[in-house]
């Protein structure tokens, strides 16, 4: 049982270069989660998914963008990379809204 | 904006209890506490969540404050391995995902030898 899993591990991008961060849950839940973190920062949610066909925006979307064709994946999009998006990127998921958030081991993206 | 206030850091001993702090006094009657812990820069881990009664695990206790104004993550035995950032997060259950979730900056716990 695999959990959450996310790839890649590393990635450095350009300045305007675009790129898919990959995020699959193999305990078949409902609920998914992208959160970044900053550097000695908490974790701020980027988009969620209460569902496959069913994805919403959370604190900080701008530059992002999802989709949830299958319970087990949630992709992040990124279109136009910033400097700004230079963080570590984390998938979660969970059985029901309230319970216990299993987190992917994250990506870390640097954009140049 | 986080619901809940933390220390930003705390020491503890090797085999003594942490204590951990938490204030959350604009909770409302139907938000739970959660707690987890990042280690390094791994994934934050789930140790342990309550809305008003006391609550344990093998991992932790949780004591809720009558008011449930504030409450307490408590590490039994603290081991070297313990050492990481502890987040208080207050959750509301409900269905629809409405609530955001909101990690703030949490405590970094340091479990000296």
């Known amino acids: 049982n695999a959990g959450v899993t996310q790839t890649p591990k590393f990635r450095i991008l350009k300045i305007g270069q675009s790129m898919t961060l990959q995020c699959t849950q193999d305990?078949?839940?409902?609920?998914m989660y992208w959160y970044r973190q900053d550097p000695g920062m908490g974790l701020k949610l980027i988009y969620y998914?209460?569902?496959?066909?069913?994805?919403d925006k959370g604190e900080v979307p701008n530059g992002y963008n999802v989709s949830r064709s299958t319970t087990e994946d949630f992709p992040l999009r990124l279109e136009l990379a910033a400097p700004s998006q230079t963080s570590v990127y984390f998938c979660?998921?969970?059985?029901?809204?309230?319970?216990?958030?299993?987190f992917g081991s994250g990506t870390q993206l640097s954009v140049l | 904006d986080a619901k809940t206030t933390q220390p930003p850091s705390m020491d503890c001993a090797e085999g003594r209890a942490a204590n951990l702090p938490c204030n959350h006094s604009?909770?409302?009657?139907?938000?739970?506490v959660y707690w987890y812990r990042q280690i390094h820069s791994q994934g934050p881990q789930y140790i342990i969540h309550?809305?008003?009664n006391n609550e344990t695990n093998e991992m932790a206790s949780l004591i809720i404050t009558e008011d449930r104004k504030s409450s307490t993550l408590i590490l039994p035995h603290a081991t070297l391995r313990d050492t990481a950032v502890y987040y208080c997060?207050?959750?509301?259950?409900?269905?629809?995902?409405?609530?955001?979730?909101?990690f703030g900056k949490g405590t970094k716990l340091t479990v000296n030898p």
């Open positions: 979660a998921s969970s059985a029901r809204w309230a319970e216990k958030l299993f």
């Open positions: 305990m078949n839940h409902n609920y």
């Open positions: 998914s209460v569902g496959a066909g069913i994805t």
């Open positions: 604009t909770i409302s009657g139907n938000e739970y």
């Open positions: 309550g809305l008003k």
């Open positions: 997060i207050v959750r509301v259950l409900s269905q629809g995902g409405s609530e955001k979730l909101v």
